[in-house]
């Protein structure tokens, strides 16, 4: 018998997880002497009051939906991927590769390419760790940590001695030529009369992200493949008595997820600084942690939960702006929801699944009258 | 190279490898009972930075060195209880707790010292200072021995002996005593410990426990002995690589002692890279030094080259009933 209503699985704990993770970081914005209320009513309004401010907070979503993706994905196989930093640094490689020396005649074209190219490099990251654990039994979660700093100095070598312009002394890429330029919201929506998304890097790219979202869902629960890495998920050797090839699985899913890890760099590389930069994940890869945990590893609580840290990280930045408060404190909210949603979980679920357990044995008349009461 | 620049070396690589050693001591103790923990960042990280605070307000290293070990054993207890009581996923716990403590260093620095998220440069008795070992002035001009116990084995700070001296401590401990016995023995087969009367719980948590106090010296070593106040993100992978020298050393301690010197000599050796292109004519790119104990740690883990098989019942929770 189930312990606890779906409901109350999908939508009320993580619910009273964030609660939890919030009023905690007001704890914390009050022990630093600032107002939580008021640090709120400005990320509100630094995030969501304006279509500026939309625009960047769709813009963080969109990195963390990809990333999200990444991370559900994997954990549907029961595979922890941490290298969605690393997956997604070398899907910047290879937006930038693509971009700077093909010379694509429209952007339409080049996104095309972009996407293909972030994908595969993304996905060959993730290949070896998944080639490891298949075959030798490495422990995925070590050897995609590892392959985050691999890339971290690869990327760094690159940059510094061999991508940088000559005569530029910061280590970045050249420019993306023009045609290579992605339409921004404000390109897409915008009019003489109405600016709307003016200055916000919000690009195309939300809406590969939001088919991405449903390219996932669709794989997950409506092909045989996706059955295939649920099944092996949910037992391993369950899987492999079905018939199912475990070195398949572990690799196809972990192709999947470093190919959505790689994509997010379409989105920052190619939307919004148009060249490649040190560092330009900016940690998004660990946030998808965060939101897949959030989001339950299903596609549209990933996409809610992206949303939720794309507000969260533009209005960090509006914090960071107007008051006092770092903007490393959405880097507390962000480690105090992984907290409460992914290893406190039964923290939450335990008392919760007594509550039901209490209303189910009480007939429904009882506990109306004990409401009553 | 001369005598004097290879003792240079080698003295930076006994000053870096300490942070590493204690780190990965700590990890360890934690693995071994069947805790894995990737939180051996953040507790470093929260500890430098308690450490310099404190040391910097009280004027005395050693209550900032107590005030960090403290910081990290609250860490340590919080991913005790997510992964002991709430048996919830070890790794999770880990990533949350190095994020916490990435965010929160900053954002306390900030309010408590407003200097952009570091503290004040520490000074007199708020630091670890060098100690000269005894008779290293006269023995000086004996030739190779004096200048070795000169400029290696003398002249660093107490965390950099403690932190050798841990190595065979722990050694004894895990593999000479019955606590050590059953801190093994949780880690690999937990009801068998519960049959025998052992409170699983218990042992896992003192493990845990153990990982802060060592985390704790390893931040403090950072802030207070190694570098003279806390700057944002000093750990800066330290904990990570600690975790890699623990794979690279197969959970055990005198071998966690030769990896972390040999990290430790890469990351002086990332420092002179100069030296290296004199040494053996070729230039070697110094991101390869960086990531070249990830990419030595990948190899071992591949099981190229000898096989490390981490204790057996890491990262499970334990379930009594059932």
New interface residues.
């Given amino acids: 018998m189930e312990k606890m209503p779906k409901w109350a699985d999908v939508v009320l704990i993580p619910l009273i997880s964030l609660v939890l993770a919030s009023l905690l970081s007001a704890l914390v914005i009050l022990a630093i002497g600032e107002n939580p209320w008021d640090a709120l009513k400005l990320m509100v309004t630094g995030a969501l009051g304006s279509t500026y401010g939309w625009g960047y907070t769709l813009y963080y979503a969109t990195n963390f939906i990809f990333t999200g993706l990444a991370v559900a994905v994997a954990f549907h196989a029961r595979m922890f991927n941490i290298g969605g930093e690393g997956q997604a640094m070398l899907g910047g490689l290879g937006v930038a590769l693509v971009c700077l020396f093909i010379p694509w005649p429209h952007w339409s074209l080049a996104l095309i390419g972009a996407t293909l190219a972030a994908a595969l490099f993304g996905a060959a990251w993730a290949a070896v760790p998944a080639l490891l654990q298949a075959t030798r039994g490495s422990h995925i979660v070590i050897t995609t940590i590892m392959f985050n700093f691999i890339a971290a100095a690869l990327l760094n070598y690159l940059l510094v001695n061999q991508l940088k312009p000559a005569g530029s002394m910061e280590p970045a890429t050249a420019s993306f030529p023009e045609p290579t330029h992605l339409p921004s919201f404000h390109d897409l929506f915008g009019t003489e009369a109405l600016p709307l998304f003016r200055g916000a890097p919000v690009n195309i790219t939300f809406f590969i992200a939001v088919a991405a979202c449903i390219a996932v869902w669709a794989l997950i629960w409506r092909t045989r493949l996706g059955y295939e890495m649920r099944a092996f998920g949910f037992s391993e050797t369950g899987a492999r008595y079905a018939g199912i090839n475990p070195t398949r699985i572990i690799m196809v899913s972990m192709f999947i997820s470093g190919a959505l890890a790689g994509m997010m760099a379409i989105n920052n590389v190619m939307g919004e600084a148009e060249r490649l930069v040190l560092n330009a994940a900016e940690g998004a890869g660990f946030i998808g942690i965060a939101v897949a945990l959030m989001g339950r590893s299903h596609p549209f609580g990933v996409f809610l939960a992206a949303i939720l840290f794309g507000f969260l990280y533009q209005g960090g930045a509006e914090l960071a702006l107007w008051t006092s408060i770092p903007r490393e404190l959405i880097v507390v909210i962000q480690a105090l929801v992984i907290m409460f949603t992914g290893a406190l979980d039964n923290m939450v679920r335990w008392p919760l699944e007594r509550v039901f357990a209490a209303l189910r044995r009480a007939p429904p008349g009882d506990t109306a009258r004990q409401a009553a009461e | 190279m001369d005598l004097t620049t290879f003792l240079q070396i080698l003295d930076a690589t006994v000053r870096l490898a300490t942070p590493l050693l204690l780190a990965c001591l700590a990890g360890l103790f934690s693995e071994r009972a069947g805790i894995f923990d990737?939180g051996l960042e953040g507790k470093m990280l929260v500890a430098a930075f308690v450490s310099a605070g404190v040391a910097f307000v009280s004027g005395s290293v050693w209550i900032g060195l107590l005030a960090g070990i403290a910081a990290a054993l609250v860490l340590s207890l919080?991913h005790g209880?997510?992964?002991i009581t709430?048996?919830?996923?070890?790794?999770?716990?880990g990533?949350?707790?190095?994020?916490?403590a990435?965010?929160?260093t900053?954002?306390?620095a900030?309010?408590w010292f407003g200097q952009g998220?570091r503290t004040p440069q520490l000074e007199g008795a708020a630091r670890f200072e060098p100690l000269t070992l005894p008779l290293a002035e006269t023995l000086r001009d004996i030739p190779v021995i004096g200048p070795a116990y000169h400029d290696l084995m003398s002249g660093h700070t107490i965390l950099v002996y403690v932190a050798f001296l841990l190595v065979p401590l722990s050694a004894w401990l895990l593999f000479a005593t019955r606590f050590g016995l059953r801190l093994r023995a949780v880690g690999e087969n937990p009801a068998a410990l519960d049959t025998a009367g052992v409170s699983v719980r218990n042992m896992r948590y003192a493990a845990v426990l153990i990982c802060g106090v060592l985390c704790g010296l390893a931040g403090a070593y950072l802030a207070t002995a190694l570098q003279a106040g806390f700057v944002k993100d000093m750990t800066a992978?330290r904990g990570?690589i600690a975790?890699?020298a623990l794979?690279f050393a197969k959970w055990r301690p005198w071998y966690a002692l030769w990896a972390c010197l040999l990290f430790g000599f890469l990351q002086a050796l990332a420092l002179r890279p100069d030296l290296i292109e004199a040494t053996i004519g070729i230039k070697v790119?110094v991101?390869?030094l960086?990531?070249l104990p990830?990419?030595l740690?990948?190899i071992i883990?591949?099981?190229f080259v000898g096989k490390a098989i981490?204790p057996r019942a890491g990262g499970e929770p334990y379930v009594k009933e059932r």
């Fill in positions: 990737i919080i209880l997510a992964s709430f048996r919830g996923n070890q790794l999770i716990s990533v949350a707790i190095n994020f916490l990435a965010g929160l900053v954002v306390v900030q309010s998220g992978g990570y975790l890699a794979i790119q991101q390869l960086d990531a990830y990419i740690t990948v883990l591949a099981g981490p």
